[in-house]
């Protein structure tokens, strides 16, 4: 299947571009209060580590405003500031980080919104419009008596056309919702009305494992279809676990390639060795491997290759022994004890051998490149929303 990705705006936040075809991002929220800088700096770390592309820090309070600076000195991703209710927290954190995040149903009249314009157009730095299903002003509420994906759409749209009629047009918008279909209309209404670039998300999406179900619906349709530039999977759980989905997201759909893809096959009466403790034991020692990576697991040496075949490497085990094989092609046999450790030397061998290659590959390719922020010139806008999808 191949993907069309919608031809959108390119804007840059900190290093990374986002829109414009770039690809797209993964990213995340820390959990601590910014003032406990130690307990905030470490878990940037582990998203660091995890992959994580973008970092956004929630900014309640001046206390938290304040810690910004030294949380941002000791990143090496863009920082994004998180900001309700409180205008003047923008105005601070503008100074300081990569982006400001701000909902138009919650920050107030117009005038704090043109401060907070001006602000980051003084810094040089994109807004990101975050329309919420739990925030939406008055006046759409009383026009259609609840959330709907309609209303997330029509005051996403209103905040971009305000901006617009005062010449900024440097931002990202997402329009999230909970509930999975009212996140996917709001996402398709507004992406056929305008071509900023989007952040998707489907906001507190459950835990771990629920939500986990969720994002992947609400966000592999609307990626399937093109729609989407960056992403954040909200999960009531270890925020490095939001970026592990992420990624796993998009390597289904082929849009980004990092890292380990685990082939396991199910659970059977001819599996003759623990799968699934195998399986999930591969992708934590493995979870620090970059390179793109398809590793398998199998339970029996008899179909093992052959199930295995679009694997770059993997095992087959069976009662006192296995085989490890590379490209569909037998390698050698390894003893039952032998087979995890065996495959972990093997697939980090790999993987700093085909890393080497690529880095020979881009040198030797290498062309002048651009970040900058040009783009295809707005179209002009069709006020009247488009007929959702049928699904």
Not at 85 to 97: E, G, I, K, T, Y
Not at 182 to 210: C, K, R
Not at 280 to 305: A, D, F, M, Q, Y
Not at 369 to 386: C, H, I, K, W, Y
Request: charged share 25%; glycine share 10%.
């Amino acid at each position: 299947m191949h993907i069309t990705r919608r031809n959108t705006k390119a804007i840059q936040v900190g290093a990374v571009k986002i829109g414009g075809g770039a690809p797209i991002s993964v990213q995340s929220m820390t959990i601590p209060h910014p003032q406990d800088v130690k307990a905030t700096v470490a878990q940037i770390q582990e998203l660091e580590e995890a992959g994580c592309e973008l970092i956004r820090v929630a900014v309640p309070d001046r206390e938290a405003a304040e810690a910004l600076p030294k949380i941002k000195a000791r990143m090496t991703v863009p920082l994004i500031a998180d900001i309700h209710f409180d205008h003047r927290l923008a105005l601070q954190a503008a100074a300081v980080v990569d982006c400001v995040r701000i909902n138009p149903g919650n920050i107030g009249p117009w005038w704090k919104m043109a401060e907070v314009i001006r602000a980051v157009t003084d810094h040089g730095i994109p807004l990101r419009l975050g329309i919420n299903g739990g925030s939406l002003e008055r006046p759409l509420l009383e026009k259609y008596g609840y959330p709907t994906a309609e209303a997330l759409a029509e005051s996403a749209l209103n905040a971009v056309h305000a901006l617009e009629d005062v010449g900024f047009t440097n931002l990202k918008v997402s329009v999230k919702a909970s509930e999975v279909h009212m996140a996917v209309d709001a996402y398709w209404l507004f992406a056929h009305q305008s071509n900023y670039p989007l952040h998707i998300g489907i906001t507190e999406a459950g835990t771990a494992s629920t939500g986990a179900v969720k994002s992947a619906i609400g966000l592999g349709w609307l990626l399937a279809h093109g729609i989407g530039d960056t992403l954040r999977v909200s999960l009531a759980a270890d925020p490095v676990e939001e970026v592990r989905v992420g990624f796993e997201i998009l390597k289904s759909l082929e849009l980004r390639h990092r890292g380990i893809n685990v082939i396991a096959c199910p659970t059977c009466g001819r599996v003759e060795i623990d799968v699934v403790r195998m399986a999930n034991e591969l992708e934590k020692r493995l979870g620090h491997i970059k390179t793109p990576l398809n590793v398998s697991v199998l339970g029996c040496v008899v179909n093992g290759i052959g199930e295995g075949k679009e694997a770059d490497i993997g095992i087959a085990g069976g009662q006192g022994g296995g085989i490890l094989f590379k490209k569909g092609k037998l390698v050698r046999k390894v003893r039952s004890e032998e087979l995890m450790d065996t495959l972990i030397e093997e697939v980090e061998r790999m993987a700093e051998e085909q890393g080497e290659a690529d880095s020979r590959q881009e040198n030797r390719d290498a062309l002048p490149t651009s970040l900058g922020t040009s783009s295809p010139a707005l179209p002009t806008v069709n006020r009247d929303l488009p007929v959702l999808p049928n699904r």
